[in-house]
């Protein structure tokens, strides 16, 4: 029961994955939720091949009634979590400027985006907070910060996934429970080939940006938003 | 034991975030040591705490226990009551007839056998064919919240949780702390007040067909953390005041007392039943609702105040037009 858990959701492919490895192989207990169930079980058999417990479980973290089910499993199987990484979202249509977009479309992303980490943050905080311990990372975008044209309601909803950061930080300080945001950037992942689908440059992989994710892990930090890929382990952003 | 009548209109049947958009805008009655009575409002707690003084949470979280199984052509109700092991629950079967000898099946593919009585009557033994997180994840894919009839609307699980309820296991919420919001924890934490958490699953509270759970044969697993312990030793050696938040912190807490009368971290289940002849000593106060006539909840109440007090007190608060049960008004007695 003293080792530490993590959290990580949408972590079945892409960076969701190479985070669960990563927080594995440093000697992390893991739950993870996936919508896909397949993906979900070769993800879990891969963590467990590094020989780290896990719980793996098919959930939607739209849903309160699916987050509910997902992280009283967790909680019950390890009684504590100690990280929460708000990983899964959605990238809605490929290129699409604003004009064009789908308002049904539209919805559903903004949705998805933002309702998951409110709706899975809200459900791990108490047991956070009656520890006064824990750590929260929210994976936001270089388009949460950017305006940048075709990158539609992903973006948006990126912008508003750095409000609930900064707020939620604001509120948490001094609770011991810390929450921060980070941007993974470009990685060749499949929601990149939706998003730029004749991107022509090398992007890196996503095993490369996770370090900085472990040093949010444990550190102090509160209420700040680190750039993975120019983040220096020594503890410097760019 | 008590007779009064809670009259319908006085059945808190909505939850106060719904009527008044927080969950902390429900009235309080405080009795002090001298048995006068407040008329107050929850959200002014902090007027009858002092700097120093500790809160005890359960947080304990509600799983939805209410299960629809089969049994042939007969559709059953099961309530799961407490976990006995991995596969193994005490339930009560909401039925009149149904065969002990015959598995109940439910939703994919699961069954559950009988394998013996439980604590009381009319519990029963169940065994399932899956345990552990496949179990829990069943009860949370296919489970419903209690919900008695004086509820009207069915309510969603998180509707019957507190805000820091952490530990999955309750089969009904330990809702004296439901009226509790972040903020207003955060507002007693400023002033001095200290809170601490023990765990204590609570099992059901009610058997239907007027038949209610005895305590002594209704044991419930329960965990003091050494923290809790030892914040509740140096709050009382400090002169300040231990509150226990609900009937449950009570039991959990008494069960935790060494020979010493001291409160040590403690594990297990309880049967501890208390009443008008216990002598309380973990405690210096009670927060709790407004309990029925029958609950072994109210005859709790009676080791905190005298019963003829406690009726008086009662009265006053049918009179004032406090309401009862689950999503109703709180009760603070001070010892």
């Given at each position: 029961m003293n080792k530490k858990t993590a959290v990580i959701t949408g972590a079945s492919q892409g960076l969701g994955k190479a985070l669960a490895l990563a927080f594995a192989k440093e000697g992390y207990a893991l739950g993870?939720?996936?919508?896909?169930?397949?993906?979900?079980?070769d993800a879990r058999r891969e963590v467990e091949?590094?020989?780290?417990?896990?719980?793996?479980?098919?959930?939607?973290?739209?849903?309160?009634?699916?987050?509910?089910r997902f992280i009283s499993i967790v909680e019950d199987r390890f009684g504590r979590i100690d990280v929460l990484i708000n990983n899964a979202s959605t990238f809605g249509p490929g290129p699409t400027l604003l004009a064009d977009y789908p308002a049904e479309e539209f919805r559903d992303v903004i949705e998805t985006n933002i309702m998951n980490p409110f709706l899975v943050t809200k459900r791990v905080l108490p047991g956070m907070l009656t520890r006064g311990d824990g750590s929260i990372i929210n994976v936001s975008s270089e388009v949460g910060k950017y305006g940048v044209a075709e990158w539609g309601a992903y973006s948006v909803s990126?912008?508003?996934?750095?409000?609930?950061?900064?707020?939620?930080?604001?509120?948490?300080?001094?609770?011991?429970?810390?929450?921060?945001?980070?941007?993974?950037?470009?990685?060749?992942?499949?929601?990149?080939d939706i998003a730029l689908p004749d991107c022509d440059?090398?992007?890196?992989?996503?095993?490369?940006?996770?370090?900085?994710?472990?040093?949010?892990?444990?550190?102090?930090?509160?209420?700040?938003?680190?750039?993975?890929?120019?983040?220096?382990?020594?503890?410097?952003s760019v | 034991m008590h007779a009064f009548t809670v009259p319908d209109e006085l059945n808190a049947q909505t939850p106060a975030e719904q009527v008044h958009d927080r969950r902390d805008q429900v009235r309080l009655m405080a009795i002090d040591q001298h048995h006068s009575i407040t008329h107050s409002r929850f959200q002014e707690l902090d007027e009858f705490l002092s700097p120093g003084d500790l809160l005890v949470l359960n947080n304990s979280r509600t799983i939805p226990p209410v299960l629809q199984a089969s049994q042939g052509n007969q559709s059953?109700?099961?309530?799961?009551?407490?976990?006995?092991?991995?596969?193994?629950?005490?339930?009560?079967v909401a039925c009149d007839f149904f065969s002990l000898d015959t598995p109940l099946t439910f939703n994919d593919g699961v069954e559950a056998v009988a394998i013996g009585h439980g604590s009381e009557h009319p519990l029963i033994v169940l065994e399932f064919s899956i345990g552990g997180s496949a179990l829990l994840d069943f009860i949370y894919s296919h489970g419903e919240p209690v919900r008695y009839e004086y509820i009207e609307e069915p309510?969603?699980?998180?509707?019957?949780q507190t805000v820091y309820g952490s530990v999955p296991g309750s089969v009904e919420m330990a809702s004296a702390g439901r009226?509790?919001?972040?903020?207003?924890?955060?507002?007693?934490?400023?002033?001095?007040?200290?809170?601490?958490?023990?765990q204590l699953h609570a099992g059901l509270s009610y058997y239907e067909k007027d038949r209610w759970p005895s305590p002594e044969q209704h044991p419930e697993a329960f965990a003091v953390p050494e923290e809790t312990a030892r914040l509740i030793e140096e709050t009382r050696r400090a002169g300040n005041r231990v509150i226990a938040v609900g009937t449950t912190v009570v039991r959990a807490l008494e069960s935790a007392v060494n020979p010493h009368g001291e409160v040590e971290s403690a594990e297990g289940t309880t049967n501890l039943y208390v009443d008008?002849?216990?002598?309380?000593?973990?405690?210096?106060?009670?927060?709790?609702?407004?309990?029925?006539?029958?609950?072994?909840?109210?005859?709790?109440?009676?080791?905190?105040?005298?019963?003829?007090?406690?009726?008086?007190?009662?009265?006053?608060?049918?009179?004032?037009?406090?309401?009862?049960?689950?999503?109703?008004?709180m009760n603070l007695i001070l010892k």
């Open positions: 993870i939720c996936a919508r896909g169930e397949e993906r979900l079980k091949q590094l020989g780290a417990e896990v719980a793996a479980v098919q959930a939607d973290v739209t849903d309160s009634k699916d987050v509910e990126k912008f508003g996934v750095e409000g609930l950061s900064a707020i939620w930080a604001d509120e948490l300080e001094g609770t011991g429970v810390r929450i921060n945001t980070v941007d993974p950037g470009e990685m060749d992942t499949v929601m990149h440059y090398e992007l890196a992989q996503p095993e490369d940006v996770t370090g900085v994710f472990l040093h949010l892990a444990a550190s102090d930090d509160n209420g700040e938003r680190y750039e993975a890929q120019t983040f220096d382990v020594k503890g410097a | 059953i109700e099961i309530r799961l009551s407490r976990k006995r092991s991995d596969d193994q629950w005490e339930a009560l309510f969603p699980l998180e509707t019957y009226a509790f919001s972040w903020q207003l924890l955060q507002k007693l934490k400023q002033q001095g007040v200290k809170t601490a958490f023990i008008e002849g216990y002598t309380i000593s973990a405690v210096d106060g009670l927060l709790t609702g407004f309990h029925e006539p029958e609950a072994s909840h109210l005859h709790m109440l009676t080791a905190f105040l005298p019963k003829k007090k406690l009726m008086n007190a009662y009265r006053e608060a049918l009179l004032q037009g406090y309401l009862w049960h689950e999503f109703g008004d």
